[in-house]
């Protein structure tokens, strides 16, 4: 979905519903990218997970 479409509908993405801040989330999106790159594919929530940047409670309640 393009951009202004997720905007016209209201669709948010998910870093917007996770309670951690921007560092952690930029961190988070690049270590998940690293880890694509080595075949490995996991949710961004899971990473944010192992990263300790939120916890199993935040995310349950995010999405």
Same mark, same amino acid.
């Given at each position: 979905?393009?951009?202004?479409?997720?905007? %016209?509908? @209201?669709? !948010?993405?998910?870093?917007?519903?996770?309670?951690?801040?921007?560092?952690?989330?930029? &961190?988070?999106?690049?270590?998940?990218?690293?880890?694509? %790159?080595? @075949?490995? !594919?996991?949710?961004?929530?899971?990473?944010?997970?192992?990263?300790?940047?939120?916890? &199993?409670?935040?995310?349950?309640?995010?999405?």
């Amino acid at each position: 979905m393009d951009p202004d479409r997720r905007k %016209a509908q @209201g669709v !948010r993405r998910i870093g917007q519903y996770l309670p951690c801040d921007l560092k952690s989330l930029t &961190r988070g999106l690049a270590f998940q990218k690293q880890m694509a %790159a080595g @075949g490995i !594919r996991k949710p961004l929530g899971e990473v944010l997970l192992e990263c300790r940047a939120i916890s &199993r409670e935040r995310l349950d309640e995010a999405v």
